[in-house]
């Protein structure tokens, strides 16, 4: 009421909740490219696609996939945009958008994102809001984005202000992974994307983690059956967190082992750090922080380093992070509190130190993680 007198008028707008729970499939086989036509055909019909990939990955598979929906009688048009993180952007986000409106695409169009998570992450966010959202669907190419980025709806652009920053969850029609495209991508990128792996195994799959421990040749040696039971696992066990975490607000903070100093080491080096590089890093030295702390069992940090270099992956900081430097990442990435720095701890290999009563994170004292990292 206002100082006359006056009440506001009220009216309480109610949405009811979805009929039905959203759900999708995600298909992992070799050979699956080819076949996207008629399998897009079948779940996911739309008048017009448009096919979103970066230049590289257009270069290698657009034509392909062209082809493959061409054969199921479906219309599509392939954009493409410049390919790295650093397009990850709102730039990048309404020159996609203005083209495809411009070419007439309207509220009966779906997005294909076809590409890595940077592909996967702008394309879907240009489908989650053209003319308030049009059907996504995903056909990922590194195994960053087979493994991880391809499940959740996690869709956004970088800011200037930091990675991610603006986005929308937008769930997809359909995933269709094909291990093969794999074949093409280079070393660094699929060690990265093998870090994701490894963590799903840590968190919350010890014999995941021993298998993929013991068969990093064939891994790396890309052999399309042991990637789809890998990019599988992998993918069920992501699906497994982000259905809990729609019933139990706040369990996908699982998936944040190593991210806190992931996220400083990535705040610092800008682009020359991987993801994934990154991640391997925070991994091995949130262990061994969660050793110190007395949370994490002694020798699980030796045999995560051990398992992350045999993937060549780093287990340290760059060389140029200081602690000054580090605290100051940290804080930017919202990651430090009163009395220390949030991380979400292992008990064990395969199982996480926190529960649902307590919260899947914790609070680490500042001097403690200072000492583990800088000494
Ligand atoms: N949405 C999510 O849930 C989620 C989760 C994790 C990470 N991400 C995002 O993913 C992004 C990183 O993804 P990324 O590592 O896939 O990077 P990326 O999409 O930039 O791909 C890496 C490079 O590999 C090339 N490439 C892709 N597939 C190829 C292939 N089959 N053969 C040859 N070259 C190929 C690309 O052109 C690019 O140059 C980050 O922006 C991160 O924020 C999103």
Known sequence: MDEQGHDDHRTTVTIAPPAAATSYEVRVRPGLLDQAGRLIAASCSADRYAVIADTQVANLYGERVLEALAGADLDAMLLRFPAGEWNKSRESWSELSDRMLKAGFGPDAAVVALGGGVAGDLAGFVAATLMGGVPLIRIPTTLLAMLDCSVGGRTGVDTPAGKNRVGAVHQPSLVLTDPTVLGTLPAPQFAAGLAAAIKHGLILDAAYFETLAGELDEVFARRPEVLTRLISRSVEIK?????????????????????????????????????????????????????????????????????????????????????????????????????????????????????????????VPVDLVRAVLFG
């Open 239 to 363: 699906a497994e967190v982000v259905s809990r975490d729609a019933r139990e607000n706040g369990y996908s903070a699982v998936l944040d082992f190593g991210h806190s100093v992931a996220g400083a080491q990535e705040a610092i080096a800008g682009y020359a750090w991987l993801h994934g590089e990154a991640l391997a890093a925070g991994m091995a030295l949130e262990a061994a922080i969660g050793e110190a702390a007395g949370v994490t069992r002694a020798g699980v940090s030796r045999r995560v380093s051990e398992v992350l270099e045999a993937a060549g992956l780093p287990v340290a900081l760059d060389d140029d992070v200081d602690a000054e430097r580090f605290f100051q990442a940290l804080e930017g990435g919202g990651k430090q509190e009163a009395g220390g720095i949030r991380c979400t701890l292992l008990d064990d290999i395969g199982r996480l130190a926190g529960s649902a009563e307590k919260g899947w994170s914790q609070v």
